[in-house]
């Protein structure tokens, strides 16, 4: 994950969430957060581009034309409460892009996708496999908890 890979407690924060937050930035400089579903391979974060209905096309999604003018991301999956001593998240800042079904990071695609469809049976049904996936190469960690850790 980098000199600043993450703990045991905290890749499991990581892998138990089904719900992630997306923060991308335009070319203006205005920032756009999208829940996303995700998975983490133990060093870089994936995430489809599905089938549920979007209001553009998927050349025009935001997240992806974002990403084409500024990779840097950030990526947050938390835990609210109204008891706040269980409030908790896991802050990851990297470098995205989308990777294709075809060329160079063909390979990975298809890993990602199986990754994907393990976590997510909705995904079984859709053809993730032939669209563009989010790759989030990490650069920062941080994990906060309510608990001091």
């Not at 990526?75 to 908790?88: G, H, P, V």
């Not at 470098?95 to 976590?119: C, M, N, S, T």
């Not at 563009?132 to 941080?142: C, F, G, H, N």
């Amino acid at each position: 994950m980098t000199s600043q890979e993450a703990d045991e407690r905290t890749r499991q924060f990581i892998d138990s969430h089904r719900v992630a937050r997306l923060a991308t930035v335009d070319a203006s400089g205005r920032p756009m957060v999208v829940p996303i579903c995700y998975v983490f391979d133990g060093g870089r974060f994936y995430s489809a581009i599905d089938e549920k209905p979007k209001t553009v096309s998927e050349d025009r999604l935001k997240r992806l034309t974002n990403l084409a003018v500024n990779p840097r991301v950030s990526l947050l999956i938390d835990d609210y409460s109204e008891d706040w001593t269980q409030l908790a998240y896991v802050l990851i800042q990297g470098l995205a892009e989308a990777i294709e079904p075809d060329g160079v990071d063909a390979g990975e695609h298809v890993k990602a996708v199986d990754l994907l469809r393990d976590k997510y049976p909705q995904y079984r049904g859709m053809a993730i496999d032939s669209r563009p996936i989010i790759r989030i190469e990490v650069t920062r960690v941080k994990h906060w908890s309510s608990m001091g850790d």
